[in-house]
């Protein structure tokens, strides 16, 4: 804006009657109102639409001619360099004639907007962001889980559920890996044990309850399991969906995968669950959805590792 300012009119940088009108200085009033008529038609908005300097230019050949005629106007023009007196000093913003261009309005006001909101805003959220996240580039809220769980007794099977803990795997989105735990739930089998999930895998009765899962609450001495058998459609939402049966151990099995993890939320043993899937190499029984949740999980594994370690 300062480059281009050398190129701006003289009549919007200093104020000169004699040099807005055109005329030498000690000229005729005769001359000065003929000088001004021309100036005036030249620059009238109406005349001169396709210069949005035109209200401006206008403005001022008015106040050149009347600094040059009237008395009042020409003794402020002479003390002040203005022919209205002393005036306050006012703050204003420099723009390019092209973005007074009403085809440039909207463009000109989206910049405004740019600037004066979603810049600063920007700014804000990536200082915010930066505050929360450590030289390795792992976030505040992982450092505190890290800092609160790893101890002595931590074990190398609980590295994976402290991984699955930490706040950038909890914020990636989950896919249907239902395929891929019963995979797991058959090579690698959660022990049967009381509250432990079991499936009905045949029913010695009607046959309508196999494949149904549900949770195991006794085993007797003589191999008779109390289960409370869950609704087709899963995990019972009240207790009147859930039936009590007795099964002999022969005909249920497990139902749910071996998932080494120290944290009993849904949603980090879920994760942990995928991992202990990739260490397994059970990639086969992957849908693709689930390949790629896991891919985008393993790329924050490198700089967890390094965190846990330090």
Not at 171 to 181: E, W, Y
Not at 192 to 220: A, F, H, Q
Request: with cysteine; aromatic share 6%; glycine share 4%.
């Amino acid at each position: 804006v300062l480059f281009e300012l050398k190129d701006a009119p003289t009549e919007l940088r200093t104020f000169d009657p004699y040099d807005i009108l055109g005329v030498a200085r000690g000229a005729e009033l005769k001359e000065i109102k003929k000088a001004y008529r021309v100036k005036s038609l030249q620059h009238h908005p109406d005349k001169d639409k396709d210069n949005p300097l035109a209200p401006v230019l206008f403005q001022q050949v008015s106040k050149a001619y009347q600094a040059l005629t009237e008395e009042t106007a020409r003794k402020n023009y002479e003390k002040y360099g203005n022919p209205d007196g002393p005036v306050q000093m006012k703050m204003g913003i420099a723009l390019h004639p092209a973005l007074l261009v009403k085809e440039n309005q909207i463009f000109t006001l989206c910049c405004f907007f740019a600037v004066l909101f979603i810049v600063p805003f920007s700014v804000v959220c990536c200082c915010l962001r930066g505050s929360n996240v450590s030289s390795h580039g792992v976030s505040a809220e992982t450092l505190k889980i890290f800092n609160a769980c790893i101890n002595l007794e931590v074990t190398a099977e609980d590295t994976v559920g402290l991984l699955a803990a930490s706040a950038e795997e909890r914020r990636q989105l989950c896919m249907d890996a239902r395929r891929t735990f019963e995979a797991m739930a058959l090579s690698h089998p959660e022990p049967m044990e009381p509250n432990s999930v079991v499936r009905v895998v045949e029913d010695t009765k009607s046959g309508e309850l196999k494949g149904r899962k549900g949770l195991l609450k006794k085993i007797s001495a003589d191999g008779q399991c109390e289960v409370e058998v869950w609704p087709p459609n899963g995990p019972p939402q009240k207790a009147e969906d859930v039936q009590t049966k007795i099964f002999p151990r022969s005909v249920l099995a497990p139902a749910e995968p071996r998932i080494p993890c120290p944290f009993s939320d849904p949603l980090i043993r879920r994760c942990s669950a995928l991992l202990w899937a990739h260490l397994r190499r059970l990639h086969a029984h992957m849908a693709p959805s689930v390949q790629a949740e896991l891919t985008n999980r393993l790329v924050h594994a490198s700089k967890l590792g390094r965190a846990m370690i330090s």
